[in-house]
């Protein structure tokens, strides 16, 4: 069972960047899906989860209107569109399903995560 995220890069303040997550060795259809970020030194962070369906999507308040999680069951994959990426929007940013819990922000209520993709926005 593997997640492959990938998508990260280096971009300016007020830029875009779209995160996608692969999953491998099983159907993650029945999952929900959430992305989480972890800046240097801080703690892993919820940004944003959508439900099996793709119908049903959470966010923190500190991205809402800004990114944008969808789900495509038939590809297996769930994305994280960021427009007007902040500075403080830096961090490693990493996706995780859960077959338990629709969008938790606890990390501890995924059970399945991919490895980190590095968002660095420059002021």
């Known amino acids: 069972v593997q997640l492959q995220a990938s998508g990260g890069g280096l971009v300016q303040a007020g830029g875009s960047l779209r995160l996608s997550c692969a999953a491998s060795?099983?159907?993650?259809?029945?999952?929900?899906m959430g992305w989480f970020r972890q800046a240097p030194g801080k703690e892993r962070e919820f940004v944003a989860a959508?439900?099996?369906?793709?119908?049903?999507?959470y966010q923190t308040d500190t991205v809402r209107g800004r990114f944008t999680i969808s789900k495509d069951n038939a590809k297996n994959t769930v994305y994280l569109q960021m427009n007007s990426l902040k500075p403080e929007d830096t961090a490693a940013y990493y996706c995780?399903?859960?077959?338990?819990?629709?969008?938790?922000?606890?990390?501890?209520?995924?059970?399945?995560w991919g490895q980190g993709t590095l968002v660095t926005v420059s002021s």
């Open positions: 060795g099983r159907t993650f259809s029945s999952d929900a």
């Open positions: 995780a399903a859960s077959v338990r819990v629709v969008g938790s922000k606890n990390p501890r209520d995924y059970d399945y």
């Open positions: 959508v439900s099996w369906s793709g119908g049903t999507i």
